[in-house]
């Protein structure tokens, strides 16, 4: 059984460096985009509608990648990294929230990117899209994805024609009510077949949407599935370490009493159902504003942890998953983050998972590399 208590006494020490980027930086993605075996950041910023890319060193120190910051369209807040064309170089699409469009950015394997030839595509999404995620849904080989269609409960499967363009109008699957702001793909039942997660801010549940392979999908037995109050972000891993992939879940704090929001986890039981852990949700010890979720080994101990952003408050809530199975909390305040960004990876190849998050009104980012 885990439990959450408070306590510093399993706290990370982290070394904070802050990055300029572009003006009002927001959601952030980590991958290898140059092809040096070191991990890179990329910012979408919804001030200047511009990607930056931060090349990394593998020691924690990053610089501008050459060539002027490419288009991310408007209004980005969700950015997946993934190969649309079948270059062997990392691509990236965007959700362009207040539209219905997502962006295509094509990488050419040296920390470039530049919109493919039909990029934005209009995925009819109503009243706009929020969250995105991109697997190969249909088993052609070919990057597809999908997006949220929260107006009429549903999300919207658009395939990939492997040139780096998404195939409109989608098809659309029923999901639960209101699925506003995140979804996430991972196989959940173990048969190599990407799956959906949605969380539902109106049904107070998350929908598991289990992947034919053949671009189908149906609900998991007992699918929706109770998050606590308001969800709206999620993170997926294994945070029990039994094999099977959890879900920690962070809700919507304006339609939650004060006091009362907290972080809901759900383990999964290898087959595409989930259950309330025991003790969530765990409450967010001055956090306003719950705004992004992720999870990473902190300690590199192989227990996996959890991290919230705090857009209101300007700190971070760390719940660090101690030997004996418990979760600690832990609040780290930084200066600002407003509604960003947040993402984790190990940075500076120490075995140790790092934190990268956007700081919204000063146009940077900060590093905050585990010691």
Known sequence: MLVATVTDSVAPNFDQV????????????IADVNHDKKLDILVASSGSEKLTVLLGDGKGHFTPAPG????????????AV??????????????????AYLSVLLGDGKGGFKPAPHSPFDTQSHPHTHGLAAADFNGDGKIDAVTDNWGNNQIILLLGDGRG???VPGKRFDVGKRPYQRLRSADFNHDGKPDVVTTN??????????????????????????????????AIDDLNNDGNLDLAILPYDRDIAPGLVGVTVLLGDGKGGFSTLQGSPFLLPGCRGPDRIATGDFHGDNHRNIVVSCAQSNSLVLFMRAKDGT???????????GWSGLAVSDLNSDGKDDIVVSNNSSGTVTALLSR
């Open 327 to 337: 979760f600690h909390s832990s609040t780290i305040a930084l200066k600002d983050i």
């Open 82 to 99: 993934a190969d649309f064309n079948g270059d062997g170089n990392p691509d990236l699409i965007i959700a362009n929230t207040g539209t």
């Open 18 to 29: 802050v990055i300029p980027v572009g003006k009002g930086p927001g959601p952030i993605a």
């Open 68 to 79: 002027a910051a490419c288009s991310t369209g408007r209004g980005p807040n969700d950015i």
């Open 201 to 234: 801010l109106d049904g107070n549940n998350v929908s598991i949407l289990l992947g034919d392979g053949k671009g189908g999908f149906h609900q998991a037995q007992g699918s929706p599935f109770p998050a606590g109050a308001a969800p709206w972000a999620v």
């Open 165 to 167: 363009n998404l195939v």
